[in-house]
T-cell receptor
Framework: KAGVTQTPRYLIKTRGQQVTLSCSPI?????VSWYQQTPGQGLQFLFE???????NKGNFPGRFSGRQFSNSRSEMNVSTLELGDSALYLC??????????????FGEGSRLTVL | QKEVEQDPGPLSVPEGAIVSLNCTYS??????FMWYRQYSRKGPELLMY????GNKEDGRFTAQVDKSSKYISLFIRDSQPSDSATYLC??????????FGSGTRLLVRP
C-alpha cells in the first residue's frame, strides 16, 4: 500500500515569491492535514481538508492557503514568502480526519528554504 | 507559554538502558494523548495512543498519562540503537488537529 507522497521534497525560494506544495494521500483516505515543522516551534497545525472542504484551520496568516481536489489530493500555497516560512511542511492523511486515536499517516515532508 | 512543553534533549543513553521521555501540558481539556517517533528526514509515525489517564503497554514501550498533574510519559525498555530518533508527544481535545510538543532527540549508543 503506497504511503503519503509529497512533492517536491526540497525547494529553495526567495522572499516575496510564492510556493505550491502537493500531497497525495493514501488511497481511500479522504482527510488531509498540513503541519509546519520548525526547530523552535515544533509541529504546528495549518489546516485540514475532508472531501474538498476545509474543516479546521490553525493560527497562520492568510498567506497560507490550501485546497483539496475530488481525488483527495491536496495542495497548499504560501504567497509572499518570508524568511520565517523556512520549514518542513508535512502532510498527513487519514480515513476520517478525527485525530482522537492519532491515526495520522505522515508523508516525508517538503523542505522549504526561503532566502 | 506553549500548550505542550517537551525537553528537546538530546538525550544520550547506552544500549539496553530504560529511557523516560516526558511532556507537560496546560490545557486540562486534552483527552487524547499520543507519542510519535520521527527518524531523520522522515515524517512522524504513531507509536502509542492513550485515552484519558492510565497506562498502556506495547512491547518495549509504555505510555503513561497523569491528568491530575498534566504530565505524560513514554518509557522505552531495553533501548536499541534503532530507537535513536526524535520522539514527539501530541494531544487533542476532540477535533481535527493535534497539538504537538517540540520533540525530544534520543540517541542510543551501541
Amino acid at each position: 500500500k503506497a504511503g503519503v507522497t509529497q512533492t517536491p521534497r526540497y525547494l529553495i525560494k526567495t522572499r516575496g515569491q510564492q510556493v505550491t506544495l502537493s500531497c497525495s494521500p493514501i488511497s481511500g483516505h479522504r482527510s488531509v492535514s498540513w503541519y509546519q515543522q520548525t526547530p523552535g516551534q515544533g509541529l504546528q497545525f495549518l489546516f485540514e481538508y475532508f472531501s474538498e472542504t476545509q474543516r479546521n484551520k490553525g493560527n497562520f496568516p492568510g498567506r497560507f492557503s490550501g485546497r483539496q481536489f475530488s481525488n483527495s489530493r491536496s495542495e497548499m500555497n504560501v504567497s509572499t514568502l518570508e524568511l520565517g516560512d523556512s520549514a518542513l511542511y508535512l502532510c498527513a492523511s487519514s480515513t476520517t480526519g478525527a485525530v482522537t486515536t492519532g491515526e495520522l499517516f505522515f508523508g516525508e515532508g517538503s523542505r522549504l528554504t526561503v532566502l | 507559554q506553549k500548550e505542550v512543553e517537551q525537553d528537546p534533549g538530546p538525550l544520550s543513553v547506552p544500549e539496553g538502558a530504560i529511557v523516560s521521555l516526558n511532556c507537560t501540558y496546560s490545557n486540562s481539556a486534552f483527552q487524547y494523548f499520543m507519542w510519535y517517533r520521527q527518524y531523520s528526514r522522515k515524517g512522524p509515525e504513531l507509536l502509542m495512543y492513550t485515552y484519558s489517564s492510565g497506562n498502556k503497554e506495547d512491547g518495549r514501550f509504555t505510555a503513561q498519562v497523569d491528568k491530575s498533574s498534566k504530565y505524560i510519559s513514554l518509557f522505552i525498555r531495553d533501548s536499541q540503537p534503532s530507537d535513536s530518533a526524535t520522539y514527539l508527544c501530541a494531544m487533542s481535545v476532540s477535533s481535527y488537529k493535534l497539538i504537538f510538543g517540540s520533540g525530544t532527540r534520543l540517541l542510543v549508543r551501541p
